[in-house]
């Protein structure tokens, strides 16, 4: 090889030495220098997610209590257990196999589940299971320990599971929080008080990615939610929904059925339910039987898995909805309160006003029936407001005209929503003054035309009795935070005076004439002084669109008490009954009427009672055994009862008695006194007979002619009362003197 040459290819190689050393120290300043400066914050970030982990510490959820602080839902410590399968695959196979076993049967998942998760060797976290209770916990943490797993991460982070502790009570109005925390009601509506900040753990790890010790992690405590303090009493809640519930079992109600009770004077909504209700601890099961049967047929029917999830879908958003607030209903009769107090307002009509019904009205040709098809003839004005007369409210309405009317219908708040502190208030629909001509007005007047929710009219009834102000419904009394302080506490708003004072009280007493009249209606209680108005409107509209196969309607009564000084109102709404009563006095009158039984002495309402009404009270049947004819006569006098002697008196002491001791019974009643020794085969005997259909004086006198004593159950006495049951059939033998309890009521639009 030539010197020269090989010099010369010595060069060059030393060139290209030094030309790539000094590309490649130039690339890498470049590189340093991006790193450093220009994308110094980007690096940093990459290089602290390297370097560490976090993980979310979840804020305990507020309380919901009642208004006596009674626990409606809240929320408790959880654990999620959190593995890593990288460390759990550094394992020998039949250690991890052992470990993943262990851990299946302590939280109840399959193991097939965790073999998979481990082979994802890259992941350093993993949800083995949410929501496990501490001792879960603990039992993971001895089996680790007693196993010498040290090394594997599994680690439990706090978590919180929200309850509701009295299952159904309230559930329309409380909502409930999903996997999700995607809230309904007021777990919605008060989300941003209730849910509270989330805090976190921040932890170093080292090259290989695991956790550092202690003293590397920095913890940033979470802040609790605020609690809810209701204006709901749940005792008064647990009367209506349990009422509810009965009437929508016995009347076959298609719809569901809701209730408000609501403080007149200052909108606090003291019980809200819609029935059936549901679980919000499991929301997602079917609580309406119709609709399980729905469900039930389409599975039958071989209906696809998507067509069988809409509709499942479809039953949960009902299922959920509050239909006191989201629904909407054709009020009917309970409206005519509403026409009546704007025409004695506007002073068009009075108390000495008088309104002729033949049983229908011919309004610009459009024939309006009564319900009493035979009309009523001519009727006073609280008159027309008891019978219920159609004819005589066209009448009053067109007194008004379309002006007034439209004005007061605003008034009264049905324009608009009433501002109530839960999700989804729906809008009313009703005939605006611009379209209204004097049908429309005619139908109006009388509750057939217009669409409102249960909480407008329950609010709007409340304006009429309670001195005329329209108040603000609401369910909320106070928000406090941990420490027990208030964060902000509500407020009576009173919107408007709707009406003056003078024409609330000719309101009240108007009312208050309906419940009592012809002996008292379904609403009626001895002792009270309730006020009230019934209402049975035609579901026309879904009649005409094909939607149910009949015309259908809703039963509705508002009361008031006590109607002297309003306190409470309260409304029931039951929708499509099937079972053959339709109106609002026979279907919705007695939930109302049960629900004061039980509750209007808790409320702190008690009864007053009227000599007449003191005559008629139930009695107890004392002890007399033992006791001589005079004695026992004496005794039995005075408990209001009256004496019937089986056997000679002379000498002889009382050895049975009918109805026996404890015994419940109307002042006035016969108990049957044997005495002497007379043995049990020879008491006398008697043929219940069959009351249902009889008045109460009727029933009265067939069960007092076979010797046996009548109890009276059901509200209404009156004339228009009819016996629907007796606790015992017709035909049975029983002794003489037992106490056959009657139900009356009154089936029709009276009241």
């Given at each position: ?10 060069i ?5 030495i ?102 994802d ?17 603990e ?27 009295n ?7 409380l909502?409930?929080?999903?996997e ?7 777990e ?76 007149a ?61 989201s ?10 309160m509403?026409t ?17 019904c ?27 407001m ?22 007061y219908f ?7 929503k ?16 611009s ?21 407008q ?6 304006a009429?009795?309670n ?38 009280a000719?309101?009240r ?9 012809n ?11 309730i ?10 509209d ?17 009361a ?28 919705a ?13 808790y ?5 007053q ?6 005559a ?11 006791y001589?004819?005079i ?24 050895t049975?008695q ?39 004086e ?11 004593n009548?109890?009276i ?14 606790s015992?059939?017709?035909g ?15 089936n029709?639009?009276?009241?």
């Open positions: 090889m030539n010197v020269k040459t090989t010099r010369s290819m010595r060059r190689i030393i060139f290209v030094v030309a790539l050393c000094v590309f490649l120290t130039g690339y890498v300043s470049i590189t340093l220098f991006n790193a450093a400066v220009v994308n110094s914050k980007e690096m940093s970030a990459m290089a602290n997610d390297q370097q560490q982990s976090s993980f979310t510490i979840k804020a305990k959820r507020g309380t919901i209590y009642d208004r006596n602080n009674k626990v409606l839902a809240q929320s408790t410590t959880v654990w999620d257990i959190i593995i890593s399968p990288g460390d759990i695959e550094e394992y020998e196979p039949q250690n991890r196999e052992f470990i993943c076993k262990g851990l299946s049967e302590i939280l109840d998942v399959k193991y097939e589940t965790l073999i998979k998760a481990c082979e060797t890259e992941s350093r976290y993993y949800v083995a299971k949410k929501k496990v209770d501490r001792d879960t916990v039992k993971i943490n001895k089996f680790i320990l007693k196993n010498d797993l040290k090394n594997v991460s599994v680690y439990s982070v706090e978590n919180s599971e929200r309850s509701y502790p299952g159904t009570l309230a559930a329309s109005v909502g409930f929080i999903n999700n925390e995607e809230g309904y009601g007021l919605a509506y008060y989300n941003s008080y209730l849910k509270g900040v989330d805090g976190r753990v921040v932890s170093t790890t080292d090259a290989d990615g695991d956790v550092m010790p202690y003293d590397y992690s920095s913890r940033f405590a979470a802040k609790d939610g605020n609690s809810l303090v209701l204006t709901i009493d749940e005792t008064l809640q647990y009367y209506l929904e349990k009422n509810l519930e009965i009437t929508v079992s016995q009347h076959k109600l298609a719809n569901r059925s809701t209730g408000i009770i609501m403080n004077k200052t909108g606090a909504i003291v019980a809200m339910a819609t029935a059936p209700g549901f679980d919000p601890n499991d929301p997602s099961y079917v609580y309406f039987e119709n609709d399980r049967l729905t469900l039930a047929q389409m599975s039958a029917d071989k209906k696809t898995e998507e067509e069988i999830l809409k509709a499942k879908q479809d039953i949960w958003g009902k299922q959920w909805q509050n239909k006191a607030v629904e909407l209903y054709i009020p009917g009769s309970v409206f005519k509403f009546c107090a704007s025409a004695l307002e506007e002073e068009v009509v009075s108390l000495d006003s008088t309104f002729e033949s049983g229908i009205a011919d309004v610009a040709g459009t024939k309006i029936r009564c319900w009493n098809i035979g009309g009523h003839g001519v009727s006073t004005l609280t008159e027309a008891i019978r219920s007369c159609n004819p005589a409210f066209i009448k009053i309405g067109q007194l008004l005209g379309v002006e007034k009317f439209s004005r605003e008034a009264f708040g049905f324009t608009e009433t501002g109530i502190d839960l999700p989804g208030e729906a809008d009313s629909l009703y005939v605006k003054e379209d209204m001509g004097i049908v429309e007005l005619s139908s109006s007047a009388f509750g057939q035309t217009t669409k409102v929710t249960p909480i009219m329950v609010t709007a009834a409340a009429v009795v001195g005329g102000k329209l108040v603000t419904p609401y369910v909320v009394d106070k928000i406090i935070d941990g420490e027990g302080n208030v964060v902000k506490s509500a407020q009576t708003v009173v919107k408007r005076q709707v009406i003056s004072e003078e024409t609330s000719t309101m007493q108007i009312l208050e004439d309906v419940v009592t009249a002996g008292g209606g379904n609403a009626y209680m001895s002792g009270y002084r006020g009230g108005k019934s209402g049975t409107s035609e579901k026309i879904d009649y005409n669109s094909g939607k149910t196969p009949e015309l259908r309607y809703v039963a509705t009564f508002c008031i008490v006590p109607i002297d000084d309003p306190e409470y109102v309260m409304l029931v709404v039951c929708d499509e009954p099937t079972s053959g009563y339709i109106y609002g006095s026979a279907i009158a007695p939930v109302v009427s049960a629900v004061f039984k039980e509750g209007l002495e409320m702190g309402i008690y009864p009672y009227t000599a007449d009404e003191l008629q009270q139930d009695v107890t049947v004392p002890w007399v055994g033992g001589n004819s004695r026992a006569e004496a005794q039995l006098t005075a408990a209001g009862l009256k004496a019937e002697y089986i056997g000679s008196t002379d000498g002889t002491e009382v049975g009918v109805p026996s001791a404890g015994t419940v019974m109307p002042s006035g009643s016969t108990v049957m006194l044997y005495m002497g020794d007379i043995p049990l085969s020879d008491y006398r005997m008697s043929t219940v007979p069959n009351v249902i259909g009889m008045t109460v009727e029933a009265n006198k067939a069960l007092s002619n076979a010797g046996l009548i109890s159950s059901g509200a209404a006495t009156g004339s228009e009362a009819k016996a629907v049951s007796q015992v059939n017709s049975l033998s029983v002794y003489r003197g037992t106490v056959i309890e009657v139900n009356f009521l009154v029709n639009e009276t009241g």
